[in-house]
């Protein structure tokens, strides 16, 4: 799994992110490296120097009185305690410096130690290897931890603000992004009234342009479209009244006749009602929260009087779907009619709730032949029809039509063959949340 953000605004910031905290670090490494390290040195040092001068007539077996510490005291500042006096003062808080007491050591021509008691004044404590067991205690006025802390704390401030600047550049960025995408996954439900404002950077600006331009192109192009369809199915239907209406006035001896052209004109009457059906978009604002369960079971009690079982099971209080409930009645009714027509056994019908996808799941299955597997995806194109298992009647526009009006509603539709015999329609819609982020 990568950890790197998939959307543009993520991205972005992830990487001003990655280069601010860098930054910092490099920042913070140099400012120790190149400050603090040569003050330290310096300091330490000079301390070397002070403290071989407290002992440089010292011999092996001098003892350190409390008369010649305090005089000391008085003239340089400087203390020379016992171990436990300097315990007694502070030194079991100090934190010993391995590199500094390396130093010191170096210094003072032996094994030495230095600790550091963080605090205001800060303390060096030193134990020289001309007397082990005393201390040297040396207070560094004007010289305090606060130092660093204010380097951190500013060190920190200016990344947190940088990388909040770069957040909300970023999202100034990515907002017009933001609103194509939202644009465009109306104008893929067939909402084509949306327009987008032209604001942003250069780039961004020209492909807001191109959208809206592209926008209205189809909308006019499906203006036209359902225009045209509707004119072609009013001239055909015109005179395919006259031909049923002189049927009608055969004599009955042509009755053999008169029928066949009866059925001939039912079935192009229904291929152009499925011609307009095809064409026709059912947008966001045709959709309403409905109960699935009403709509499922109001197309099965109609289907019903076809005199075929059907088995209903419906899951009880499903989720609200945001739905068109005329346009999923007819999915509803070209399912099962398919099911109707390939199977000779009862129907089975059901709903459910998905809670790992929040989405509702209606399956239409029964114990027909099947459709090969390799055949599957494509039996939903348009004028598709299925193998010769299933039949090849209509115009191949049936499930062509449910997989658009499914995919309007932002859902999908899938087939697939039982494992004992059998196919199995599945309408998988978004519940009511999923559905509002999606339109």
């Known amino acids: ?105 170096e ?22 290897p001309q007397a082990p067991g005393y201390w040297v205690r040396v207070p560094l006025t004007g010289f305090s931890e606060t130092k ?20 909300w550049f970023a999202r100034h960025l990515n907002r017009p992004l933001k609103a194509l995408q939202t644009a465009a996954g109306r104008v893929g439900v067939g909402d084509f009234s949306t327009r987008l404002v032209e604001r942003g950077s250069t780039e961004v600006i020209e492909v807001t ?35 049923r209406l002189a049927t ?30 095809y064409l026709r978009h059912h947008n966001s604002g045709e959709m309403v929260l409905e109960d699935v369960n009403t709509v ?26 945001l739905m068109n409930s005329v346009a999923l009645k007819r999915v509803l009714t070209n399912m099962i009619e398919n099911a109707i027509r390939y199977s000779d056994a009862a129907i089975e019908v059901s709903t459910e709730y998905n809670v790992l996808d929040k989405s509702v799941l209606i399956k239409v299955q029964d114990r027909g032949p099947g459709i090969p597997e390799e055949e599957l995806e494509s039996v939903f194109e348009p004028f598709k029809q ?9 115009s191949g526009l049936g499930l062509a039509i449910i997989k658009r009006i499914v995919t309007t509603h932002g859902g999908e539709v899938r087939l697939q063959n039982r494992p004992d015999g059998g196919l199995s329609a599945q309408v998988q819609l978004p519940s009511a949340g999923k559905a509002s982020d999606k339109i």
Do not use: C
């Not at 203006?223 to 009244?241: E, F, I, N």
């Not at 005199?307 to 419906?314: D, G, K, V």
């Open 209 to 243: 342009k191109a959208f809206n331009q592209m926008s209205k192109g189809i909308a006019e192009l499906e203006s036209d479209r359902r225009l045209l369809m509707a004119g072609v199915s009013h001239d055909l239907r015109t005179p395919l009244t006259r031909i």
């Open 107 to 128: 210094q003072l021509n032996g094994s030495a130690r230095v600790r550091i008691s963080q605090g205001d004044p800060v303390v060096y404590w030193v134990e020289a």
């Open 296 to 321: 499922v079971e109001e197309v099965v009690h109609a289907e019903q009087q076809h005199q075929r079982t059907i088995h209903l099971s419906t899951q009880e209080e499903l989720t609200p779907v």
């Open 386 to 394: 299925g193998d010769q298992a299933r039949g090849s009647e209509g």
């Open 148 to 167: 660093l802390e204010f380097l951190i704390f500013y060190l920190s401030s200016i990344g947190f603000l940088s990388v909040l600047g770069g957040w």
């Open 1 to 105: 799994m990568s950890l790197l953000p998939k959307s543009a605004f993520g991205q972005t910031v992830f990487f001003v992110g990655a280069l601010l905290l860098v930054n910092q670090i490099m920042s913070y490494i140099t400012v120790t490296l190149y400050v603090f390290k040569p003050t330290f040195e310096q300091v330490n040092l000079m301390l070397a120097k002070q403290v071989k001068t407290v002992f440089i007539d010292w011999e092996d077996g001098v003892e350190v009185t409390s008369e010649l510490s305090e005089r000391f005291f008085e003239i340089t500042g400087i203390e020379v305690m016992t171990q436990r006096e300097a315990y007694i003062n502070g030194l079991g808080e100090a934190k010993e410096y391995t590199l500094l007491s390396k130093s010191m050591s």
């Open 248 to 277: 009608e006035m055969m004599a009955d001896e042509e009755d053999y006749l008169k029928e066949g052209i009866i059925d001939d004109i039912e079935d192009m009457n229904a291929i152009i009602d499925q011609f307009i059906e």
